[in-house]
């Protein structure tokens, strides 16, 4: 999981217990993909 | 399982939390679960799975502490557990898998906790390091924290 210096969230890899919080299972996660759930919340830490 | 902290110190949570192999299912122990975490969403994950419910879920923090924080500053986790850094100098633990962290914590931090203490559901606050915390690693099992000495404070 990724966290830029715009405070976007991009995550990627196992995802079989929906860790990426991209709102599915989907096994695996190849590609990083945003997290478009925090574009209103800025997150300043990842854990 | 996944945490986000917001600079408005609201936290929210996504993925397993370690209590039990089975969050996807829906099972009994995951509905017992969420009441301990509070991630609500869990607690129908069974029924909303065609809908998409694995977005990260808001914790109320209150009432998992029992009491409001305004400064959760930090949160780290591992596979076992999290620990949540209140402010400059306050650290909270709080197991993830049930029995055997609490044991093996027990047994290498007896200074620290106490198996009543650990079964409790809240966070338990390591006293001991009420310190100017500087980093804390927080691996499977073991936490490493870095800090310094309180300053001493000086009536002028």
Redesign the interface.
């Known amino acids: 999981m990724c966290l830029t210096s715009n405070r976007e969230i991009y995550s990627f890899g196992l995802n079989n217990n929906g860790q990426l919080g991209l709102g599915d299972t989907i096994h695996h996660v190849s590609t990083p993909e945003k997290i478009r759930q925090f574009t209103s919340f800025p997150i300043k830490t990842i854990a | ?8 110190s ?1 936290l ?1 949570a ?3 939390d370690g209590y039990s192999s089975h ?2 299912s829906g099972s009994p122990e995951i509905n017992n679960l969420n009441e301990k975490l509070n991630i609500r969403a869990y607690k129908s994950m069974k029924y909303q ?1 065609s809908t ?5 879920s808001k914790i109320d923090t209150e009432r998992l502490f029992g009491q409001k924080f305004l400064t959760l500053t ?4 591992s596979d076992q557990s ?1 620990i949540f850094q209140v402010g400059a100098s306050k650290l909270y633990w709080k197991p993830l898998t049930a029995s055997k962290t609490t044991v093996r914590a027990s047994q290498t931090m007896p200074n620290f906790f106490s198996p009543s203490k650990c079964n409790k559901n809240a966070p338990v606050h390591i006293k001991q390091l009420d310190k100017e915390i500087t980093n804390v690693l ?1 691996a499977r099992y073991q936490i490493f924290v870095t800090a310094n000495e309180k300053p001493e404070t000086k009536s002028i």
Do not use: A, H, R
């Open positions: 399982m996944t945490l986000f902290l917001t600079s408005n609201d929210f996504c993925g397993w969050v996807s799975e998409k419910p694995f977005y990260p930090e949160v780290y986790c999290i927080c």
